[in-house]
């Protein structure tokens, strides 16, 4: 079984902090994926990566960064939390570009 | 870009069949059709992907007519358990993902 863990499942910062969301996946999969998702408006794709240190920008990169040193890893950053970054934030992998993304269970983050 | 939409919610009953209904008029010729399947606070979890005609595998069909401007979820005989938010997704080639906005299933008993 495939599968996708993020570091935390709930997390509170202040504006203004730097903020690290890691995910891990144990397949060995080329692509990993960060989402946001808001209520009404689904998921929204931040950024994918599709090796290692390689990096591209989804539909809404502003605010964020990500970094993939290793392949089974793939880190969200925030360099200056703001309180519209509050969200619910999902990490997923995939085999290939039509391939089925695996999910982690999200980090519900909330900016103070 | 090629976008999704599919019915805010829906209401059955256990046992029913439900059928739920997604539009992508602009689906390219490479693009597969992928439902995703949440529950409250879990990430989203594959269900099923076609590319025509008709798809089943033990969860659920998929009907995708000739033109593909639109696919058909069947989930036979619901259980409560399925309640859940279901995403059509548009998959390119290119990595990049359209997720629909989502059809909020309530199965009653």
């Known amino acids: 079984d495939v599968k996708v863990t993020q570091s935390s499942r709930y997390l509170v910062k202040r504006t203004g902090e730097k903020v690290f969301l890691e995910c891990v996946q144990d397949m060995d999969h080329e692509n990993m994926f960060w989402y946001r998702q808001d209520p009404g408006l689904g998921l929204r794709l931040i950024y994918f990566?599709?090796?290692?240190?390689?990096?591209e920008k989804g539909d809404i990169p502003e605010g964020y960064s990500v970094s993939r040193e290793k392949k089974e890893r793939f880190s969200l950053i925030l360099e200056s939390a703001s309180t519209n970054q509050t969200s619910m934030y999902l990490c997923a992998s995939s085999s290939g570009p039509q391939e089925t993304q695996y999910f982690g269970p999200g980090t519900r983050l909330l900016v103070l | 870009l090629a976008k999704t939409t599919q019915p805010i919610s829906m209401d059955s009953y256990e046992g029913q069949e439900v059928n739920i209904t997604c539009s992508h008029n602009?689906?390219?010729?490479?693009?597969?059709i992928t439902w995703y399947q949440q529950f409250p606070s879990q990430g989203p979890r594959f269900i099923i992907q076609?590319?025509?005609t008709k798809v089943t595998n033990e969860v659920a069909s998929l009907f995708i007519p000739a033109d593909r401007k639109s696919s058909t979820l069947s989930l036979p005989r619901v259980s409560l358990s399925d309640t859940a938010v279901y995403y059509c997704?548009?998959?390119?080639?290119?990595?990049?993902?359209?997720f629909g906005s989502g059809t909020r299933l309530l199965v009653r008993p």
């Open positions: 997704l548009v998959d390119r080639s290119s990595y990049k993902l359209i």
């Open positions: 076609g590319y025509k």
């Open positions: 990566s599709y090796d290692v240190k390689m990096k």
């Open positions: 602009n689906i390219a010729t490479n693009d597969y």
